[in-house]
C-alpha cells in the first residue's frame, strides 16, 4: 500500500459514495494525430469518464486486438512519441485538475526515454498512474517502486489465470486500482461471461481493499451496466477507439462527427452505469 493518496484514490471514493461504479475510459493518445486527440481527451470528461486510460503507441503492442493495434499505428504514423503523450497530460491539466490520467502501455518506450526522466516527467506533467502491461512483479525494481516513490500509482492487472497463489504477488505494490482482465485473450474481441467474472472478483476482494476496474470485451452500455452491479469501475477502450477509423476524414483527421460518436457513446456508458445498481 502507499502512503500518498491520488485523485485516482478521491474518484473510486467519490463514486464509491455515490453507489456507483467508475467509468474508465481507454484512448491512444496521438490518434489519429495530436491535435484532435488532444480535443478527445479534453472532451471525455464532460462526456461522463471518471477516469482516463491514455494509451502509449507501441510498435508490438502484444495484449491489444486489431482495434487498438491500428490505432497505435495511425499515432505513431503521425509522429507520436512518449514526449508528446506528456505534454498532451500537461495540455490537458490546463483546464482540468481533477479528473485522473492513467497511462497505459509498455516498458520499451519507457526504458528508451529512461526511467527516471520518464518518471519525472510524468509527475510534473499530472499523471496519476501506470499500466505497463509486459512488466510482471519480479520486475518492481525496474518501475513499479521508483514510480511509487514519485507519488504515483502502479496499477496492476489480474486475469482468469491469476490464482490464490499468485495473487498476492500481483497485489503487493499495486494502487489505485486493480485492473481484472475479464477474459484470456487479446482487447476488444469475445465478450466475457459477466457471471463468471463476478464469480472470479469475490476471492479478490477479499484479498484486497483496492477498487477493482473490469475490462476488455465490454463494448456496449448494456455490457457496462452488467459489470457496475458488481465492480468498482468499468473500463471501455475498443469501442471509443473504433469511432476514430469509423469517422475520420480521406486525410486522416477525425470529424465532427468523431466527436459528436465519442461523446454519445460515452453519456450512454455512463448513464448505463449509474443506473445499474
Same mark, same amino acid.
Given at each position: 500500500?502507499?502512503?500518498?493518496? $491520488?485523485?485516482?484514490?478521491?474518484? /473510486? ?5 455515490? =453507489? ?21 481527451? %479534453?472532451?471525455?470528461?464532460?462526456? =461522463? ?7 502509449? !503507441?507501441?510498435? *508490438? ?15 505513431? #504514423? ?20 481533477? $479528473? +485522473? ?12 526515454? =529512461? ?20 512488466? !510482471? +512483479? ?14 504515483? @500509482? ?6 482468469? $489465470?491469476?490464482? #490464490? %497463489?499468485?495473487?498476492?504477488? &500481483?497485489?503487493?505494490?499495486?494502487? =489505485? ?16 461471461? /459477466?457471471?463468471?467474472?463476478?464469480? #472470479? ?7 484486497? *481493499? ?10 456496449? +452500455?448494456?455490457? #457496462?451496466?452488467?459489470?457496475?452491479? /458488481?465492480? *468498482?469501475? &468499468? ?9 476514430? +477509423?469509423?469517422?475520420? *476524414? %480521406? ?7 468523431? /466527436?459528436?460518436?465519442? $461523446? @454519445?457513446?460515452? %453519456? ?10
Amino acid at each position: 500500500m502507499t502512503n500518498f493518496t $491520488t485523485r485516482l484514490d478521491a474518484k /473510486f471514493e467519490q463514486c464509491k459514495s455515490e =453507489g456507483r461504479a467508475a467509468l474508465n475510459c481507454f484512448i491512444t493518445a496521438g490518434d489519429p494525430n495530436y491535435d484532435d486527440a488532444l480535443k478527445l481527451l %479534453k472532451l471525455l470528461p464532460a462526456a =461522463g469518464a471518471d477516469v482516463i486510460e491514455f494509451g502509449m !503507441p507501441f510498435t *508490438d503492442p502484444a495484449a491489444e486486438g486489431v482495434t487498438i493495434q491500428l490505432s497505435y499505428e495511425r499515432a505513431l #504514423a503521425a509522429g507520436q512519441t512518449v514526449a508528446k503523450t506528456l505534454q498532451m497530460v500537461r495540455e490537458f491539466r490546463e483546464d482540468d485538475t481533477t $479528473t +485522473p490520467i492513467v497511462l497505459m502501455g509498455y516498458y520499451n518506450p519507457i526504458y528508451h526515454m =529512461g526511467c527516471d526522466e520518464f518518471l519525472d516527467q510524468a509527475k510534473e506533467a499530472g499523471v496519476d498512474g501506470l499500466i505497463i502491461v509486459d512488466l !510482471p +512483479p519480479e520486475a518492481d525494481d525496474e518501475l513499479c517502486l521508483p514510480a511509487i516513490e514519485n507519488g504515483i @500509482n502502479f496499477i496492476r492487472l489480474a486475469t482468469p $489465470t491469476t490464482d #490464490a %497463489k499468485r495473487l498476492p504477488r &500481483v497485489l503487493q505494490n499495486t494502487s =489505485g486500482f486493480l485492473y481484472y482482465v475479464s477474459i484470456n485473450g487479446i482487447t476488444g474481441t469475445t465478450t466475457p461471461d /459477466f457471471s463468471v467474472v463476478e464469480n #472470479a472478483l469475490k476471492p479478490i476482494k477479499q484479498a484486497t *481493499d483496492l477498487p477493482i476496474a473490469v475490462g476488455f470485451g465490454i463494448r456496449t +452500455p448494456e455490457h #457496462a451496466a452488467a459489470v457496475a452491479k /458488481f465492480a *468498482d469501475g &468499468v473500463v471501455v477502450g475498443s469501442a471509443l477507439v473504433n469511432i476514430i +477509423p469509423n469517422t475520420m *476524414d %480521406k486525410n486522416g483527421k477525425a470529424t465532427a462527427e468523431t /466527436f459528436e460518436q465519442l $461523446t @454519445n457513446l460515452t %453519456k450512454s456508458l455512463k448513464q448505463a452505469i449509474i443506473n445499474a445498481r
